[in-house]
């Protein structure tokens, strides 16, 4: 009886362990990586407009004349720069799930496989491995599921916000236009 508590004990020692194993490898953070996307990314902020008098106004003009402009541009574009960050365009996410899929499966399947044989008794240890492994497969396949799904979801939500960040920066680009526009308009070369 001595020989057969042990046993079990060993056993449940056993089950214990592989059932960390097969958890431990269903449980990871998505790999998040960047990609170009088709719009280069600018090296760095606009370099500020060089306004030059091109029918001679002087300073108190040009303060004024930038001050009108300002807030033209601000109306017709959308866009305050005075209000906003200068931001560089964000390229597209894609995000992999980490382990990459089929590995819980296979973690799930192994794991499964010796549990049951661990637990079973030897007489049935073989079917009661197969049993495992199935089962084992079953939850790996729903882990491995459970990342894609996660790493899809993270993926969707770093590309919404990259490109609600990339419309603020068309927008900025349309105040500089309306801006050098109004500035030109009213006889000053920007550059």
Not at 30 to 47: G, N
Not at 125 to 146: K, M, Q, R, Y
Request: with cysteine; hydrophobic share 40%.
């Amino acid at each position: 009886m001595n020989t057969q508590t042990s046993r079990s004990g060993a056993r449940a020692g056993a089950t214990v362990l592989l059932a960390a194993g097969l958890l431990a490898a269903c449980a990871s953070p998505p790999l998040v990586r960047e990609y170009p996307s088709r719009v280069p990314p600018a090296a760095s902020a606009p370099a500020p407009l060089a306004i030059y008098p091109a029918r001679g106004q002087d300073a108190r003009q040009l303060a004024r004349d930038r001050f009108e402009c300002y807030g033209w541009a601000v109306q017709q574009s959308g866009f305050d720069p005075a209000r906003s960050l200068v931001r560089l365009p964000r390229p597209a996410v894609r995000v992999d799930a980490d382990p990459p899929a089929g590995v819980g499966t296979a973690a799930g399947v192994l794991t499964g496989a010796a549990i049951g044989a661990a637990v079973s008794s030897p007489h049935h240890s073989g079917e009661a491995a197969v049993v495992g492994a199935v089962l084992g497969g079953i939850v790996g396949a729903a882990s491995d599921s459970a990342r894609a799904a996660e790493a899809r979801s993270l993926e969707s939500e770093l590309n919404r916000q990259a490109a609600r960040d990339n419309a603020l920066d068309a927008r900025g680009q349309a105040y500089q236009r309306a801006f050098s526009a109004c500035l030109e308009g009213r006889g000053y070369t920007v550059k």
